[in-house]
């Protein structure tokens, strides 16, 4: 039988008999057994039953009898798993631990809110393909959520049975007290406030992860005058370009190196519940190349990062943590799989869905090493996400990582770029990302109901039109017809801004070797953006924006979001038109088309500070507006040269 699309993720085994039971909004809950009392008392099981109804729907049927809700323990069960079966003798609810039970309690909740009427006899069997499901949210770049916006996150990838989240940072996004005075521009989290999350989280069974780099990725912390000595090429890392890529590696022989990093991890770690840390040190570009050069020539690159490595997981056990990193190093240097120890989880990652996760997720599980997939939701350096490449990533991730034991399933959301995207772009991704890692093979083919669980419950879209809109808006990018990797053209143009033809295709030949040399994979650039066809779609997109019908508290700006993520889309196409001269038939009509886009952008610059600070502190502002402001003022100036005042 097909499993109703209101269940979601779609659970592992669902029966109905067709028969119905009429609505109640009271519940008579009767556990069985001391564990199974102790597990709805500490779950609040009727109070959160009732909670489910609309209160119109709790008020028209307040007169109805009470359903019986019994509560059974069952020892042999996952700890994550339950069982749902409702008939005539009302609702019956069995899980072996606390969690399994919420997750119980997820799912009728989703059939109560559903089914107002009538309730449908029904027995659910489920339980987890991944143990750990999880959510990477980049804070490290530019974009620090308020305290309430972070538990509304929670909230949300709780309702998706997430179980695990990680709130990334390679700069001062958490206030470390003894290097506060180094970065008084800055409005991280503090202490207090990452206790308060990670209460709030476990509550919701979702285990809260510390993330800090401390290798690779440490450019905020290099770029400061105090800290620029500890950096493998303090100058810059020389490229085979005309070019240097600024330091972001420490020098990872230096002792000083070592103590900045115990000095994050002793103030960072003990606010903290959880029995993981993320160490990141990723891409650790120029490693063994400069300041560590010479133990590189000694010993090997892959050794010199498993020295630091291992003084970094030291640090980690000393909390009481157990390790986890990206296993990027890895894939270039597997001779050093087999020294990882027992307690280090690999997270492996690509980003790109023609890149496969199988040879990688082979390796680890041969080598029995314990990791996660880690693939992303395609939403950073896009504006508005790349939709069937998201998919592609996820599923294959997914996939593979079911098939060679993987231990988890991390979905990650960077903000490279800028991150310009707003929070309603990375829904369907998380959305995907968390079907899919509770059970492959019920949610990896079908979206309708990922389509249903993102208009009804992420978005409360009553149109029901919003989640296919969210598609739509990441798969504008195939429209550039652009080979660029791990972004779209339009991204790639307005940060860079207002150039000469000849300037702009000498820098896109360029794309492809830097690419490569920041591990890509250096696809020959290739471009066919034609703004008419562009600008057909984005009329499209602003009809069907205006005709959601959201009801959550933030409608209003969930719209205005999403319209102003037009407007950087439409800006991006003015400026290839303008630079390209596309439809542009004399210096006139380049003029009053510059005025146009100029006129354009201090609205999308407005419009863009006054969302970011409904829902993200001030700090990182004004870089993520940097390519926005030269952009205008670089119009000004080319305005000023056709006199225009």
Not at 134 to 155: A, C, E, S, W, Y
Request: hydrophobic letters at 35%; a negative charge.
């Amino acid at each position: 039988m097909n499993i109703p699309l209101y269940l979601y993720p779609q659970p592992r085994r669902y029966e109905s008999t067709g028969e119905s039971s009429p609505a109640a909004v009271r519940f008579d809950v009767q556990p069985i057994g001391a564990e199974a009392y102790h597990m709805a008392e500490k779950l609040g099981v009727e109070e959160r039953l009732a909670g489910y109804l609309p209160k119109e729907v709790t008020a028209l049927l307040a007169n109805q009898s009470a359903t019986p809700v019994v509560i059974e323990h069952h020892s042999g069960f996952h700890p994550q798993g339950y069982v749902i079966e409702w008939n005539t003798n009302g609702l019956r609810l069995t899980a072996s631990a606390s969690q399994g039970l919420h997750y119980a309690l997820l799912t009728a909740g989703q059939m109560i809110e559903a089914q107002q009427g009538e309730w449908v006899h029904c027995l659910i069997e489920d339980e987890p393909d991944f143990p750990v499901r999880g959510v990477m949210l980049d804070i490290g770049r530019n974009k620090i959520p308020k305290l309430d916006t972070l538990f509304t996150h929670i909230d949300r990838l709780s309702a998706l049975k997430f179980n695990h989240l990680q709130l990334y940072m390679e700069g001062y996004s958490f206030q470390y007290e003894k290097y506060s005075a180094l970065f008084p521009e800055d409005t991280p989290l503090t202490a207090e406030e990452y206790q308060e999350l990670d209460a709030y989280a476990s509550e919701r069974f979702v285990d809260l992860v510390p993330s800090q780099n401390c290798l690779g990725h440490m450019y905020p912390w290099l770029s400061k005058p105090e800290f620029r000595e500890l950096a493998e090429h303090p100058d810059g890392m020389p490229t085979p370009l005309s070019f240097k890529l600024p330091p972001t590696t420490l020098n990872p022989v230096d002792e000083k190196s070592l103590a900045l990093a115990k000095d994050m991890f002793d103030e960072l770690l003990p606010n903290f519940s959880s029995s993981y840390v993320n160490l990141n040190m990723d891409e650790p570009f120029g490693l063994g190349t400069g300041a560590s050069k010479e133990r590189a020539d000694e010993i090997g690159v892959g050794r010199l990062y498993m020295e630091y490595a291992e003084r970094m997981f030291n640090i980690a056990r000393s909390h009481g943590k157990k390790p986890m990193m990206w296993g990027d190093v890895l894939t270039h240097h597997p001779e050093l799989v087999g020294q990882l120890p027992d307690d280090v989880t690999v997270l492996h990652w690509n980003y790109d869905a023609p890149i496969p996760y199988e040879p990688h997720c082979r390796m680890l599980h041969e080598n029995g090493v314990r990791y996660y997939v880690c693939p992303g939701t395609s939403t950073w350096q896009s504006i508005s996400g790349r939709t069937d490449n998201m998919l592609g990533n996820i599923a294959d991730a997914a996939r593979n990582g079911k098939e060679y034991g993987a231990a988890g399933l991390l979905v990650t959301d960077w903000g490279d770029g800028g991150h310009w995207q707003v929070p309603s772009i990375s829904y369907p991704g998380f959305a995907y990302a968390a079907a899919v890692s509770w059970q492959a093979n019920a949610n990896l083919d079908g979206l309708e109901p990922l389509l249903y669980h993102v208009s009804q419950r992420m978005l409360q879209d009553r149109s029901g039109a919003g989640a296919e809109l969210l598609l739509k808006l990441g798969r504008y990018y195939h429209m550039e017809r652009c080979t660029i990797e791990n972004g779209t053209y339009t991204s790639y143009l307005l940060n860079r801004g207002l150039t000469s033809k000849e300037e702009l295709e000498q820098s896109t030949t360029l794309l492809p070797r830097i690419a490569k040399l920041l591990g890509g994979i250096g696809t020959p650039f290739q471009l066919d953006y034609r703004y008419s066809e562009m600008e057909e779609w984005l009329d499209a997109r602003r009809i069907e924006i205006e005709a959601l019908e959201l009801l959550g508290s933030d409608a209003a700006l969930v719209k205005d979001e999403l319209m102003n993520t037009l407007r950087l889309i439409n800006q991006g196409a003015g400026l290839h038109r303008y630079i390209y001269l596309q439809e542009l038939e004399d210096s006139r009509a380049e003029r009053d088309w510059l005025k146009y886009l100029h006129t354009e952008l201090q609205i999308t610059i407005d419009e863009f500070k006054r969302h970011w600070q409904a829902r993200n502190r001030e700090g990182g502002l004004t870089a993520s507006t940097a390519a926005f402001h030269k952009l205008l003022h670089q119009y000004g100036e080319r305005l000023r040269e056709y006199g225009c005042e």
